[in-house]
């Protein structure tokens, strides 16, 4: 043996391939069968690891990736090969571009320039590309601006060598603001009502991430949905709403107890001594720091599970090490003991979306800082039930 390998694990992830499986096989359930899914997987998969989500995706049933650039997708390609469609859902840098056809990938377009640029690319080349366009309807970020949309449709209907595979727009607050995604909406079909030569049948129409799920309606243009969070069983807020979509978390985030030692009252606890123990006090420290994605905004806000119950953390997270009161446990942990950040243990749980607001963040944010020196195992059993 080579590498880390060897040596035992003091702070790692652990992912259920099964769990991912059924968490697309029941938001598929939820929605109406012609609705294609677009499985999002950009940021090494928000974090779960490309290669083993990705293989597990091309197994069970999705129809197209999206990710964020072209190295990301050439990392896709790699794993299935040809034949998977891939959206890239980032504005291409001009020099990315040739990427684009080696790789035989869909860009997204918002701009004119965007169009002449790759247009004047792909009759160099003698090549047809396949494109998404973006049409901005209240989020400020990609996509042309929703009024301005006929420039975009009547710039690509011009370039022969580019073939329009998609229309698509973006939720700046599908989470809670129901109003603002419903005209963000109306703006979407206003713009795609506006170019007759359209045919919606023949193209991709997506919309909805996660959290636009939650008011999706079947009876409009959309044929695609652009599903990230949500598959990886977490659910963006407003957990009440997706109660009808049964997805479970796939991410644990463990440690292990390398000390516990006894401390008197008035002690101060790690950096900056923003903590002082009120009583005698039980400690443990754990293998496990911000070095590994602990949020340091954690510091005397979070709690970890031991022998099923939670442990506030005391003190300032440090690099390598975090410090909980086990005080109030049952039996003295050992060292060495299983320690769980994020998942179940026993009968206590602590979910991302909970870990996430102890930190002042939000679960995709947690789940993109869980770093490198934490190796991700994977559960690879096939899913029943
Ligand atoms: C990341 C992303 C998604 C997926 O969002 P979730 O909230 O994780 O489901 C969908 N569309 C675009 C354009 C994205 O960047």
Known sequence: MSGIEQFPRRCWAEIDLAALERNLIAIKAALPEHIRYIAIVKADAYGHGMHQTVARLMQAGIDMFGVANVAEAATIREIGGSGWSILVLGATLREEAQFLFEYDLMPTLSSVEEIEFLENMAAERGEV??????????????????????????????????????????????????????????????????????????????????????????????????????QFGITPYAQSLFAKVPTTPIFSFKTRISLVKELPAGTEISYGRTYRLKRPSRVAILCAGYGDGIPRTLSNKGFALIQGQRCPYLGRVTMDQTIVDVTDLEHAPASGEEVCLIGTQGDGEIKIEQFARWAGTISWEILCSITKRVPRTYKTSIATG
């Not at 700046?172 to 129901?178: F, G, K, N, Q, S």
């Open 129 to 230: 590309l396949k494109v998404h366009l973006k049409i901005d309807t209240g989020m400020g970020r990609l996509g042309i601006w929703h009024e301005n949309a006929d420039l975009l449709f009547d710039a690509l209907r011009s370039a022969k060598h580019l073939k329009l595979d998609g229309v698509y727009t973006h939720f700046a607050h599908a989470e809670t603001d129901v109003e603002f995604t419903e005209r963000q909406r109306r703006r979407f079909m206003t713009a795609l009502a506006n170019v007759d030569w359209l045919n919606p049948k023949e193209l991709l129409i997506h919309a909805d991430n996660s959290a636009g799920l939650t008011s999706f309606s079947c009876e409009s243009a959309y044929n695609a949905v652009r599903v990230g969070l949500l």
